[in-house]
């Protein structure tokens, strides 16, 4: 069964406007979960560091304050898009990696589309 | 900065053969490195993680091998068949394990 559970698996919004995305550890508790990006015919691109307790860690060229991060509990952390734009349309996924240095697992992953 | 390529960036071959996918990595000390299936619009499926320790890891009609000092995995598909087509990304963890990927190969499996 999946160990991690990512909503909504799709969403379209008007430019502007916010959307939330959220990412579940379904199996272990995690106190570190990875957001990534995924842009049409590319790789995935390491986007935060979502930190339980603590403020998110952010790659170089990733907005802080447009990509909210919110490490709730143990099990939960959102990723919001605050005013959302057209260049922001993406696949974003959440990792959660299992303690001890072995497997990543990924959420099913949210396509955004801001029109 | 650890980088990971993968080639060829796309394959198309016929159903039935074996084939084999390229993943090259920069930094050679790394804890693990793991192989994924991307299906179209979809997140991702993990097939195989392969430890520093290990030389291969396989799965059904998966075999993936590891040359630490040469900085090099492949995937090894055989028999393939039309349900093999997605794209597979092969990543390795940096820090503290956030995980660098390839661009992926788009494999096409002709029937």
């Known amino acids: 069964g999946a160990v991690v559970s990512q909503h909504p698996s799709r969403v379209i919004c008007k430019s502007g406007t916010s959307v939330k995305i959220e990412c579940r550890s379904l199996d272990f508790q995690a106190t570190t979960m990875f957001w990534y990006r995924q842009f049409p015919k590319q790789s995935l691109m390491l986007m935060a560091t979502s930190n339980e307790g603590s403020k998110a860690t952010y790659e170089q060229g990733v907005e802080k304050d447009k990509f909210l991060i919110n490490h709730a509990s143990l099990t939960l952390s959102t990723l919001t898009v605050t005013s959302a734009h057209p260049e922001d349309s993406s696949f974003y996924i959440c990792?959660?990696?299992?303690?001890?240095?072995?497997?990543?697992?990924f959420g099913q992953g949210t396509r955004l589309t801001v029109v | 900065k650890q980088e990971v390529t993968q080639i060829p960036a796309a394959l198309s071959v016929p159903e039935g053969e074996n084939l084999v996918l390229n993943c090259s990595f920069t930094?050679?000390?790394?804890?693990?490195l793991q192989w994924f299936r991307q299906d179209p619009g979809k997140g991702l499926t993990s097939l195989l993680l392969i430890q520093s320790s290990q030389r291969e890891q396989t799965s059904g009609r998966l075999n993936a091998s590891l040359d630490k000092s040469s900085g090099r995995s492949t995937l090894y598909i055989a028999a393939s068949q039309p349900g093999d087509s997605a794209t597979y990304l092969c990543a390795v963890p940096e820090g503290a394990q956030k995980l660098v990927f390839g661009q992926g190969t788009r494999l096409t499996i002709n029937p």
């Open positions: 990792s959660v990696p299992f303690p001890g240095f072995s497997e990543a697992f």
């Open positions: 930094d050679s000390a790394i804890y693990n």
